[in-house]
C-alpha cells in the first residue's frame, strides 16, 4: 500500500457479536461509553435470558432501568451475585441436552476501576466468567475510562473493544 492508499473499512455489523463475547466499552468520562452499552443492550434485548448490573452511577441516573429490574442492579460488584449466576447457568446446562438452547446471560460492570480491586481477587467468580463463560453461556461488557485500568489478565480476556 502507498502512503495515501484509502482502507476500506466494512460498516460495523452488531450481528457478528457473539452472545458470549466479552466486550470493553472504553473511553474517557462523558464520551458514550453507557450509551453505547445502553444501545447494544436495547438491539441485543431478546438474545439474554437475563442481566445483572454492576453501577455506582445507575442509581443516579437510571441509564438501564428500562431493561434491568432493579432487584438485578447493584451498586458495588458483589461477588456472590457472580458465584450465583456461575452456579445457575452451569446447573441449566446440565439439565439439557444440547447447550445451543440455553440463552445466554448478560453481566454488565460500568466502570471497572470503581470495582477492580475485589473483582481481580474474585477469581473463581468474574475473572473466572471472564476467562471461561463462553462454557456457561455468559456475556460480560464492561466500560473503562483507560485500558490500563483493567490488569493484563483482564484485557486478555476482550473478545471485542469499542474505543471512544
Known sequence: MGR??????????PDNIKPDYVINFNG????GKTNAMKNLLY?????????SLFSETEFANKSFGYNIPSTYISKKYKPDVVHR??????S?????KNNDLLP?????????????????????GMIW????????KTAVWLTT????????????????IFLF
Open 4 to 13: 495515501y492508499d484509502l482502507v476500506k473499512i466494512k460498516k460495523f455489523n
Open 28 to 31: 474517557k468520562r462523558g464520551s
Open 43 to 51: 438491539t441485543f434485548r431478546h438474545r439474554f435470558s437475563g442481566a
Open 85 to 90: 449466576i456461575i452456579k445457575k447457568q452451569a
Open 92 to 96: 441449566k446446562l446440565s439439565k439439557l
Open 104 to 124: 445466554p446471560y448478560l453481566i454488565l460492570l460500568e466502570d471497572l476501576n470503581a470495582h477492580k480491586k475485589i473483582i481481580e481477587t474474585d477469581v473463581d
Open 129 to 136: 466468567i471472564m476467562k471461561n463463560g463462553r462454557h456457561l
Open 145 to 160: 475510562q483507560k485500558l490500563q485500568d483493567s490488569s493484563q489478565n483482564i484485557r486478555e480476556q476482550y473478545d471485542l
